[in-house]
């Protein structure tokens, strides 16, 4: 025959049909579930793994992996809310509803720049500061927060798209000056950066209520602008239709 009849043996052990799936291979297959289903189109998924998943990973692996499961929720907090600032900008960036000047304007701290502050306490450490894991998780938490908020955060987009003539070498010599000074002294750039960005975080929410009040005391007074005119047009109109008094 040329297929003979296969009978199985009854004494050899079933196996299983499905292998157990590890968690180190189930868990990125879920953050980028999470990230399609949350509207993370292919370049913003590679967003996601560079300012989200690896500086996550890199705090965890440095200092917060001495907390053991606490350490690791940060750090997929963290993640999960990179891909969710993401996502926001994404459906952010056409709202018809927006005023001109809200351009001007971040909702949330941005992702980039979330992922350069997060890392604040690896840069101080190699300066020679102290390495402590619950200030770690808490400030990872604290950025991580304020990234999905509605803090209000300056973006300068309206700062202007033309450098003046004048001003170019000027320019250009501030930002061969500051690369010069990022590759000489790197830790010590990052971190005055990163607290100047934190201290600039308030003047960027105050900025913001100033423009709410002057575009609301704009809106109060448009209506009594346009009263006037249609008060003065109906009285003299009032005034036309009077009869002429008979000499």
């Not at 043996?9 to 157990?20: A, H, I, L, S, V």
């Amino acid at each position: 025959m040329l297929f003979p009849p296969f009978e199985p043996d009854r004494d050899e052990p079933k196996r299983r049909r499905f292998r157990p799936i590890p968690v180190r291979t189930l868990v990125p297959n879920l953050i980028t579930l999470l990230a399609l289903c949350a509207g993370l189109t292919a370049v913003r998924l590679a967003d996601f793994v560079n300012f989200g998943v690896a500086p996550a990973l890199i705090l965890y692996f440095w200092d917060l992996h001495e907390l053991r499961s606490a350490g690791w929720i940060a750090a997929l907090v963290f993640a999960i809310c990179a891909g969710l600032r993401l996502a926001r900008f994404n459906v952010s960036t056409d709202d018809p509803n927006r005023p001109a000047w809200g351009s001007n304007f971040f909702v949330g701290m941005p992702a980039p720049a979330g992922a350069i502050t997060v890392l604040l306490p690896i840069y101080v450490n190699l300066l020679g500061g102290p390495e402590w894991a619950p200030i770690t998780f808490l400030y990872t938490l604290l950025i991580a927060f304020l990234m999905v908020s509605r803090l209000p955060v300056f973006s300068g987009k309206r700062l202007g798209t033309r450098v003046p003539r004048e001003m170019v070498l000027p320019v250009f010599v501030v930002v061969v000056l500051f690369v010069a000074l990022l590759l000489s002294y790197p830790w010590i750039v990052l971190t005055l950066g990163t607290l100047v960005y934190l201290g600039c975080l308030p003047v960027g929410f105050w900025s913001y209520r100033r423009f709410e009040r002057n575009a609301a005391q704009a809106a109060n007074a448009a209506p009594g602008a346009e009263a006037d005119p249609a008060a003065a047009r109906a009285k003299s109109a009032a005034s036309d239709e009077r009869p002429v008094r008979l000499n």
